[in-house]
């Protein structure tokens, strides 16, 4: 224990008296990297900002490479070899990347003007040595998420580093950006970095971490090196129950189509779409980023316009480019982005549940306090919300509870076309199954779901049916049995970046004959139909 | 509430309740709501203060002063605030009380025995000129600060042209029955602004359509995907902004039985100054109808204050601008001490 980097000593912290961390004691070594892990509201983000200098414990202390850490001054803690990357990045979208990388400690000609061009050298082999191919001329807003927190990194690491500390680094993040991600963060490791990793992802876990760590109610209930612990002990630890099964039986399908689309032209992509659910029926979205899943959810319920085609749900066709129409024909959509397009972060509970259908709960404008505090008490109660009352304010919950509120306001109301968008994003593992469960429950009462979703596991595991888009249309069609074949990811994958699809035609077969263990008894009867697009040769 | 589970990373709120009940009126507890109520307190400072210089000051009278004094600014605070809490700012209704007002005696002098007709030309110059307002904003897009700045320069030339470039005068006395005739013993404008106040707070607490304002306000792609429609809450708030800068502009003629071309120029500042004493963001979706009263009362007992102190104009205007940034330094400081 001779080499330590930094040292977190007996570290508690409350806010406003209620305790968020409570004598957490942590160290890092060199050249390592630790996964921190835990719930939301475990404690994990005052953890990253009390060992960055930013925020200041009441009680214990951080001492790095022996020397105590100065608090509530991040200058300083940067000049002590201390850098944060925080979850949400705040880089100055309109100046290019050497600018950025270099502000607050510009270099200077001798006449002391900017030295742009030396700047701009310097930044090029700064971002050289992560292998990384960003011109430090670009401006930032022209790159994508994943470039701008390498730059980050970059800008983080650069000023003789020792310890890192990356919170929630890949929640915003395609998978390819991951990968280079992990790159970055090995080279850092071999360059003696210690490293401290926020997340709540296993796989991550396993594919960077040296030792794992587990914070639960601002306790330390973890600390181990990864080779000894299993993914179960893990979890069980974040959530410090057993966790059965994350996700639940998917329920049978019904006869009734509830959302037929006929001919949708998004506007903005050159192939229309075509598709239906029935009722009960989970249809899953893959596909890559930037696949047309989203416009394709926002263009059904109105938030994006469309040239053309039908949405008919329950029978009935829907005004085209009119949420208030989506809605009131029993259309809902959970936003990919909670906080940007979902909740109203300024207002509470009982606003939020009762906005999409306040109309319901007026009598000649006057709003109904009663009927809309018990109909959206109701509501919330049914996903078992867990706050404080009506009256807390969204802004002050949990990232899975959020959640739960974006998806219980709609049902205050008949829901005949559910549709979510990357409906566990950002939400940790505990509420994640019972996001799972809420879903599969709706389903069963009768709704139509259709679920976008870069989670994999959550496409194959809960959706009847999964289409498989890029660039903006339907490539492929899995049905339940091709969804729970073995090689179904690689597969998905290959049609999903318009890859050949691979020298096999992979489950084809099993989906005809011999029953697969799971799905409705009424299985869509198309056997893993494939669009002309993706040549694959079915037998 | 659902039922509490024995969940992890949940900071139940078990132990805020328990802990208030046993420390309720002890000095923590009194500090707390010192610190919360931050504005009503500096307001209760002041009041002290003026009361405890001058005699006058907390007469019947005086209040009555500040009252109509207070009126014509409380109408366009009031229009002020819903624009404030969609996000956008409303530059032109100082502009827009000139216009009005400026039309208003026109038609006072053109028809000297319909002062109902006077009334309602206000009422409609001020909602034409915050339709184009809300078109702008909600149709075209174009930013608040533009397309109120555009208006605000517009309107004001346009109070110019209706009186040819001079003041609109030898209007009829009756005129002056619209600002200073009483009902229940107080002034019409006093009333109006009463009225208004209560109108308002009702509306904004109680109905779908304050809500929606709130939910534009707060985050306007949330409130679409909500099914709330948006442009038309933008463009409703500028139009009720123009009707009651109409409204305040034809109070104000009155009062003066005249038609300065000038008359309101400024206003908007004042109004702008109460919302935001009141507590409102910015950025939209956070602030009230009684905030701003409270801050407008602010202001007026200020100026009043001041005035019956014999302080200097210009000595006036420093103390003021001190106190109001002073006063919303310490409701941001106090808002930070409850949410950390």
Not at chain 1, 69 to 81: F, I, P, T
Not at chain 1, 263 to 275: I, N, T
Request: proline content about 5%; some cysteine.
């Amino acid at each position: 224990m001779a080499n330590v980097a930094l040292e977190c000593r007996d570290l508690s912290k409350s806010f406003g008296g209620v305790p968020v961390l409570k004598g957490v004691t942590l160290t890092l070594e060199p050249g390592t990297v630790t996964a921190l892990a835990g719930e939301n509201g475990a404690g994990k983000s005052t953890m990253m900002k009390i060992a960055s200098g930013q925020l200041k414990p009441d009680h214990g202390s951080v001492l790095i490479g022996g020397e105590p850490l100065a608090h509530a001054d991040a200058h300083a803690a940067h000049r002590q070899g201390v850098a944060i990357v925080p979850q949400e990045l705040a880089p100055i979208m309109d100046m290019r990347v050497y600018e950025n990388l270099f502000i607050g400690r510009e270099l200077r000609t001798r006449a002391g003007l900017l030295d742009r061009r030396a700047m701009a050298r310097q930044a090029r082999e700064l971002l050289e040595v992560f292998n990384v191919d960003i011109d430090p001329q670009a401006h930032m807003r022209s790159l994508s998420v994943g470039l701008r927190q390498l730059v980050e990194i970059t800008k983080n690491s650069s000023g003789g580093a020792k310890v890192l500390l990356l919170d929630e680094p890949t929640s915003a993040i395609s998978d390819r950006e991951v990968e280079r991600l992990y790159d970055v963060v090995n080279q850092l490791r071999d360059r003696g970095v210690a490293m401290l990793y926020t997340t709540h992802k296993m796989e991550e876990i396993r594919a960077i971490a040296d030792r794992v760590v587990v914070l639960r109610d601002g306790g330390l209930v973890m600390d181990q090196p990864l080779p000894a612990v299993t993914d179960d002990d893990i979890v069980q630890a974040m959530i410090g129950r057993e966790l059965t099964d994350l996700f639940p039986e998917v329920p049978p399908v019904g006869e009734e189509t509830a959302l037929e689309v006929k001919g949708l032209h998004v506007s903005g992509y050159p192939e229309a779409v075509d598709l239906s659910v029935r009722r009960g029926e989970i249809l899953g979205l893959a596909g890559l980023v930037g696949a047309g899943r989203t416009e394709l959810l926002e263009a059904m319920f109105g938030v994006r316009k469309s040239t053309a085609g039908t949405v008919n749900v329950a029978g009935t066709d829907v005004r085209r480019n009119s949420p208030a129409a989506a809605i009131s024909r029993g259309m809902a959509l959970v936003p990919e982005d909670r906080k940007g397009a979902g909740v109203v972060l300024t207002m509470n509970v009982l606003d939020n549940g009762s906005l999409p259908r306040l109309s319901s709960f007026t009598l000649g404008g006057w709003l109904r306090q009663g009927a809309r505090g018990r109909a959206v008490k109701d509501a919330m109660s049914s996903v078992r919300l867990r706050s404080r009352g009506m009256t807390q304010h969204v802004g002050t919950l949990s990232g899975g509870n959020q959640q739960k509120v974006v998806l219980a306001r709609w049902l205050t109301g008949h829901v005949d076309v559910l549709l979510l968008d990357e409906p566990t994003r950002g939400v940790d593992v505990g509420a994640r199954s019972e996001i799972y469960r809420i879903i599969t429950e709706l389903a069963q009462a009768g709704m139509a779901v259709v679920m976008a979703s870069s989670d994999m596991p959550e496409v194959l595991s809960l959706s009847h049916r999964a289409l498989v888009m890029r660039e903006g249309s339907v490539v492929a069609e899995l049905d339940r049995a091709a969804l729970s074949a073995p090689d179904v990811q690689e597969r998905v994958f290959r049609l999903a970046a318009g890859l050949d699809p691979a020298d096999r035609a992979t489950a084809a077969p099993s989906a005809g004959a011999d029953g697969p263990p799971t799905g409705g008894p009424s299985r869509p009867a198309t056997p893993t139909t494939v669009s002309p697009t993706t040549k694959e040769d079915v037998r | 509430m659902s039922t509490q589970q024995a969940a992890p990373g949940q900071q139940s709120a078990g132990t805020g309740t328990d802990q208030g009940a046993a420390a309720r009126y002890s000095g923590a507890w009194v500090r707390d709501q010192l610190i919360r109520h931050a504005m009503v307190v500096v307001m209760l400072l002041i009041i002290a203060y003026f009361s405890y210089r001058s005699a006058r000051f907390g007469t019947l009278e005086n209040i009555q002063t500040i009252g109509i004094a207070a009126a014509p600014f409380a109408l366009i605070a009031l229009g002020q605030t819903l624009v404030i809490l969609t996000g956008g700012i409303d530059l032109s209704v100082g502009s827009i009380i000139a216009l009005s007002a400026m039309s208003a005696a026109a038609t006072v002098k053109g028809h000297p025995e319909r002062l109902w007709l006077s009334v309602l030309v206000a009422l409609f110059v001020g909602l034409a000129a915050g339709a184009v307002n809300g078109f702008l904003v909600a149709k075209v897009n174009v930013p608040p600060f533009i397309a109120t700045l555009g208006m605000l320069t517009t309107a004001s030339g346009l109070a110019y042209v209706v009186g040819s470039g001079a003041p609109i005068n030898g209007l009829p006395g009756d005129f002056g029955k619209i600002a200073n005739n009483q009902i229940l013993g107080l002034q019409i404008p006093v009333v109006v602004m009463i009225v208004g106040i209560l109108a308002l707070a009702l509306i904004m607490a109680r109905t779908s359509y304050g809500m929606r304002i709130y939910a534009v306000g707060g985050n306007p792609v949330a409130a679409q995907i909500a099914g709330v429609k948006t442009g038309r809450i933008l463009f409703s708030v500028y139009a009720i902004s123009g009707v009651l800068a109409g409204l305040s502009g034809v109070m104000l003629a009155s009062r003066v039985i005249s038609g300065p071309p000038n008359l309101g120029q400024g206003y908007e500042l004042d109004a702008i100054a109460a919302v935001v004493i009141g507590g409102a963001s910015l950025l939209g979706g956070r602030g009230s109808i009684w905030g701003t009263a409270l801050g407008l009362l602010l202001i007026q007992t200020l100026n009043n204050g001041l005035d019956i102190l014999v302080v200097p104009a210009y000595w006036q205007s420093v103390i003021k601008g001190v106190l109001i940034v002073a006063a919303v330094a310490v409701d941001v400081w106090s808002t930070r001490r409850r949410v950390v």
